[in-house]
């Protein structure tokens, strides 16, 4: 479990994180989610222990995160850092083999930990591969591998899906999500379908704010404006005169579509009026093609958090 | 208190080495090392007819200046660059740990070059009347200044991300440090200055050692030189933070 209090940190003059809040459960995968430069990245430099915030706290598992305790938290926790850096020189044997030593796994378990976390992140026809051979792909499985070579139970995962094709994508959220039924995850995106696929939680940052909170499907209800968009035969004009007669309607829209007479039209309302709005074309004799009740994508809840 | 563990250690100047010798860097070096020390070698034999090594190990603070910069360069500075440097200081190592990894992996390297100088020693003793005592000394003596100019590269290869001033600026101060006790330097200055020149420079004391003693005042000057340069390289990584 890991808990961050009022987190603050400067660069310079810039703020690069100011009274960020939030907690991870164990089970839990909490994605951070945010612009460029809101501070996603700065964050879990703290809590991993690599950077040190200027105010504020990170608790793992109920102990402070400070000199004397650094080095026992750091090993409960894997990092998957930014762009996944590694050694151009190194093979990938020599990379894990030298994680697993320096997390303080003993010689004779280090082969099975280093096949285990290889065939784990699919990179067992690659074990004596060259870094600087490896495709970005690759690459990134690699930063993965390291940072679950220890076994451990908090992962700290910095964009972990990109650069990965979608086959790669798909492959690695699953993984990620199984992971996620033991350990404590934090991962960093700003790809909204990641959010939805496989966050618990979803913590909004925008310049180093905290700006939303919440499940992936809270945060979009936190919002009362419901959209509903059909597709109708029939003259504009009376179609509005007879949708603005409902209950709750806020704003009507609508525009021709690719079909000669038919009308797209978005209903605007404070609450779910679809059968309203389903009984009012029938009684004006409007017919109805299509109905959709739209969603507020996570597209548009991460405009509306970020662009204040 | 300091605490070492020793597997992290070890795993610590392993991953040295193997980036050393999984380059070129390691081989251009010790070729040109090599070349180098043979011809300074045979040069004093052939022309003064002497087997003595004194025309190598006089010349070795000034191959030094430049080969030693040119390893310690890339030391932190690409860790930095790269980022790679997130991975190996969030991995439960200590700064400490991190720091004397690189300086050891460094000075392995070091002893290994200079050990390669051996075979050319040996059958210079096979020509000639060779003073070992001398040598072994001069070899210990080498040693000494080669890992304090490394750990004032290593120094100063985590101020910047750029591998090239981390060159250059090492082989300036470390030129600074090694001309600092030379009569040229010292004759215009007031004499309590001009002796403290001499005591801080890294030549005076290695001249003192060529002569075939060693004095501890020497080997306590380049212990301290060496420590300082740790102390403040664990220093700079800390305040990184
Ligand atoms: N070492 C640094 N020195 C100065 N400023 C920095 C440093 N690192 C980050 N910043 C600044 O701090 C802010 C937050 O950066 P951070 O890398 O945490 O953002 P991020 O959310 O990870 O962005 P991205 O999505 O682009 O990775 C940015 O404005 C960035 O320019
Ligand atoms: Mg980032």
Known sequence: MITVKNLQKNYGPLRALDNVDFEVQQGEILALLGPNGAGKTTAMKIITGFLKSDAGSVEIDGELLEEKSLLRLQNKIGYLPENAPLYPELNVWEHLDFMASVHGIAKEDREKAIREAAKTCGLMEKLYADVSELSKGYKQRLGLAQALIHDPEILILDEPTTGLDPNQIIEIRKFITSLGKKKTIILSTHIMQEVEAIADRVVVINKGRLVGEGTPESLGGQDSVHCTRITIKGCPKKTERHLKKIKNVDRIEHRPSKEKGVIEVSVFTTEDMRSDIVKALALAELELLEIISEKQTMEDIFQKLTQK | ?241
């Open chain 2, 1 to 241: 208190m300091i605490q070492i563990n020793k597997d992290k250690f070890q795993a610590l100047v392993r991953k040295e080495l193997r980036l050393y010798f999984n380059s070129p860097i390691a081989y251009i070096f010790l070729v040109v090392f090599l070349l180098l020390s043979s011809w300074l070698f045979f040069r004093t034999f052939f022309l003064i007819g002497q087997t003595e090594m004194r025309g190598f190990f006089g010349i070795l603070p000034w191959i030094f200046l430049f080969l030693i910069p040119s390893l310690t360069m890339r030391l932190w500075s690409e860790e930095y660059r790269q980022g790679t440097v997130e991975t190996l200081l969030t991995s439960s190592v200590s700064v400490e740990e991190a720091v004397l990894g690189k300086a050891a992996g460094s000075f392995i390297f070091l002893a290994l070059a200079l050990l390669l100088t051996f075979p050319v020693a040996i059958s210079l003793s096979f020509v000639g009347n060779l003073d070992w005592g001398v040598v072994l000394t001069a070899y210990f003596g080498a040693l000494l200044l080669g890992m304090a100019y490394i750990s004032l590269g290593l120094f100063i290869s985590s101020l910047t991300r750029n591998q090239i001033v981390a060159f250059i600026v090492s082989v300036l101060v470390l030129f600074a440090f090694l001309i600092l006790g030379d009569g040229i330097v010292t004759a215009f200055l007031p004499n309590w200055l001009g002796s403290l020149c001499k005591t801080l420079s890294l030549g005076t004391h290695y001249n003192s050692i060529l002569r075939g003693v060693i004095d501890t005042r020497d080997f306590i000057f380049y212990l301290s030189f060496i420590v300082l340069f740790l102390l403040l390289n664990v220093q700079t990584l800390k305040t990184r933070r």
